[in-house]
């Protein structure tokens, strides 16, 4: 399974509402997972089963989606979300990383 | 606090073996998979393979199987990622992380994600 996140980079406000996008190369069903990653950071969860969020997220981060494609969106963008965000499946034993999007500040 | 502390980081040569590890606390450590994720310098989020402490049954991706070893010591509660002999492209930043699993009620079927994560150990293999 491939994945395939849209765009690769993104310039953006603070208070912006932004859609970061993954597609997978095969239905997946809801098995997807969001991450946030800051440099020098490791991965933080934000999103599990494609649209519940973990405990503790801000609840301006949504997920949606099922089969192929989803997404993530921040309704109002935040100085501390400036980050780069991935999707992972696990739908398979691959469990596959997309390639990340690099939010920054516009 | 659930926590995974991993081994510091590590400088070696090409060819020598090394061992890192990823101490799990404040859960029952065989009741978790645990992960093993790679990110060279500058990229993104490679998914290595997975181990259960509780029967040490492992699974690797492909781009990883026979390259590494990933292992795990109940007794320590202490997941491992091992390499007989290192390459210069072996360097990069290794995560650990805890895999979960939930009940999702509309589809009625189990799923995952990964929780709870190390903070990462930097390898650099140089001669």
């Known amino acids: 399974i491939q994945l395939t996140q849209s765009p690769s980079s993104l310039s953006a406000s603070v208070g912006d509402r932004v859609t970061l996008t993954c597609r997978a190369s095969q239905d997946i069903s809801i098995y997807l997972a969001w991450y946030q990653q800051k440099p020098g950071e490791a991965p933080k969860l934000l999103m599990h089963?494609?649209?519940t969020l973990q405990s503790g997220v801000p609840s301006r981060f949504s997920g949606s989606g099922s089969g192929t494609d989803f997404s993530l969106t921040i309704s109002s963008l935040q100085p501390e979300d400036f980050a780069t965000y991935y999707c992972q499946e696990l739908n398979s034993d691959s469990y596959t990383f997309g390639q990340g999007t690099k939010l920054e500040i516009k | 606090e659930v926590q995974l502390v991993q081994s510091g980081a590590v400088v070696k040569k090409p060819g020598e073996s090394l061992k890192i590890s990823c101490k799990a606390s404040?859960?029952?450590?065989?009741?978790?998979?645990i992960g093993w994720v790679r990110q060279k310098p500058g990229n993104g989020l490679e998914w290595m393979g997975i181990?259960?402490?509780?029967?040490?049954?492992?699974r690797y991706s492909p781009s990883f199987q026979g390259q590494v070893t990933i292992s795990a010591d109940t007794s320590v509660n202490t997941a491992y990622l091992q390499w007989s002999s290192l390459k210069a492209s072996d360097t990069a930043t290794y995560y650990c992380?805890?895999?979960?699993?939930?009940?999702?009620?509309?589809?009625?079927?189990?799923?995952?994600?990964?929780?709870?994560w190390g903070e990462g150990t930097t390898v650099t293999v140089s001669s």
């Open positions: 404040g859960y029952d450590f065989t009741t978790y998979w």
């Open positions: 992380a805890r895999r979960q699993r939930n009940y999702h009620l509309l589809s009625h079927s189990y799923y995952f994600y990964m929780d709870v």
């Open positions: 089963a494609a649209s």
């Open positions: 181990v259960n402490p509780g029967d040490s049954l492992t």
